[in-house]
Each structure stands twice: as structure tokens, then as C-alpha cells.
């Protein structure tokens, strides 16, 4: 079964600074790749998805990730954060299968920004 | 047009009581997930419908649990007999039919069940 890893639990980054959140999945082939964030209380909103093509993918409120199937990561990144985007970041595959896309999400990732 | 829809966003029972917990989908959506979210976890995968069928319920346990997506109406949740460790945050997702090269569900914002 495919799983998800984001072996950070807790990260903490001055405003302004740079961003990087790591996601390591396990699956024989490429699966479809997501990151979501979830802020207090909230529902997830999709910040960019993955599925073929240009492996560096643009996404909404600043963010990017690039899928590197050598190290079977899809790491996001940002250049410069904002306090806005202290939230909870989810990193999650789906695997097609006959049309069940069910996603398989990693356990998070908590974005501290200080001043 | 209006996202998928969930309610209640909050609901408490007791022990032994039963929760229902709705999803309505995005207009044009006939494929619903249901997500939960336990504290301090991700979210794990819990069934899968379209309309009037169970597609994949591998993720929901064995007792006490159920859902449905009838032809009319919303999608039900259905927990019975509830205990304290079902109490999570509870998510729906639906998404349209996969287009080739294309594919997103689309959340709502949950219900947090708290068991007392």
C-alpha cells in the first residue's frame, strides 16, 4: 500500500524567510501528488497538485513543489513566508484505481512564523 | 457555485447515542470521500460512494459505522453507539468524474464530533 512521509512534525520560520516542507512517498509507480493546508478549525484548500509534465508546479498563495522521482519526493517550497501562512500543511497521493482516488495523506506539518 | 457543504460543523453526543453527519456535494459531483481526523493526526480514508453505491469502505470500521449517498439528498455518516474515541474532526470531499490528466477533490469544513 502507498504511504506518505513528512518527517517534520513542527516547523518554525522567521516572516520573510524561506520555506521548504518535506513530503517522501512510497509507490511503485508515479502517483498523483497533492499538498493541502488546513488552518485552525478549517477545512483543507489545495495549494497545487502534481500528476505529469513539468515537474516543478506553481500553486496559489506563493507556493511551489518539485516532484523528484529519484528520491520519490514532492517537497514544498516557498521564498518568502508570510504570518498569514502559519497553518497546517498535509502532503497526500492517490493512486488511480478504476477510478478510486482516494487519498492517502501524510501526517502534517505545523508552520510556526515568527516575527 | 457553492462548495461541499457539511453539517453540523460542530456536534456533541454522549456515549451510546448515535451521530449523523452530512455532506453535500459540489454541484455536478456524483463522487463522495469520507475523511477523519483524529487529534494531532492526518486525515485517513474512510469510504468511498457514489450515488447509491458503496464503491470502497476499506477504511471504515467494522461496527457502528456506516454511510450511504442516495439518489436524492446529502451523503450520511452514520456513527452508532457512539465512544469517547470516536470523537475527531470528520471530512467530506467530492469530487466529478477523472478527466485525463486531471483530478481534485474538493473539501468541505468538516464536523467536529466530540463524544462526552
Known amino acids: 500500500a502507498q504511504s506518505v512521509t513528512q518527517p517534520d512534525i513542527h516547523i518554525t520560520v522567521s516572516e520573510g524567510a524561506s520555506l521548504e516542507l518535506r513530503c517522501n512517498y512510497s509507490?511503485?509507480?508515479?502517483?498523483?501528488l497533492f499538498w493541502y493546508v488546513q488552518s485552525p478549525g478549517q477545512g483543507l484548500q489545495l495549494l497545487l497538485k502534481y500528476f505529469s509534465g513539468d515537474t516543478l508546479v506553481q500553486g496559489i498563495k506563493g507556493f511551489e513543489a518539485e516532484f523528484k522521482r529519484s528520491q520519490s519526493s514532492f517537497n514544498l517550497r516557498k521564498p518568502s513566508v508570510h504570518w498569514s501562512d502559519a497553518a497546517e500543511y498535509f502532503c497526500?497521493?492517490?493512486?488511480?484505481?478504476?477510478?478510486?482516488?482516494?487519498?492517502?495523506f501524510g501526517t502534517g506539518t505545523r508552520l510556526t512564523i515568527i516575527p | 457555485n457553492a462548495g461541499v457543504m457539511q453539517n453540523p460543523r460542530h456536534l456533541v453526543r454522549r456515549r451510546g447515542q448515535e451521530a449523523r453527519l452530512r455532506c453535500s456535494p459540489m454541484?455536478?459531483?456524483?463522487?463522495v470521500y469520507w475523511y477523519r481526523q483524529l487529534p494531532e493526526e492526518g486525515l485517513k480514508f474512510m469510504v468511498y460512494l457514489q450515488k447509491e453505491n458503496i464503491i470502497d469502505e476499506s477504511g471504515m470500521p467494522k461496527e457502528r459505522f456506516s454511510a450511504e449517498f442516495p439518489k436524492e439528498g446529502p451523503s450520511i455518516l452514520r456513527i452508532q453507539q457512539v465512544v469517547r474515541g470516536d470523537s475527531a474532526a470528520y471530512f467530506c470531499?467530492?469530487?466529478?468524474?477523472?478527466?485525463?490528466?486531471?483530478?481534485?477533490?474538493?473539501f468541505g469544513p468538516g464536523t467536529r464530533l466530540t463524544v462526552t
Open positions: 497526500a497521493v492517490a493512486i488511480s484505481n478504476f477510478g478510486n482516488e482516494k487519498l492517502t
Open positions: 509507490y511503485g509507480a508515479t502517483p498523483y
Open positions: 454541484k455536478g459531483h456524483s463522487h
Open positions: 470531499a467530492s469530487s466529478p468524474p477523472r478527466r485525463q490528466g486531471d483530478y481534485e477533490q474538493y
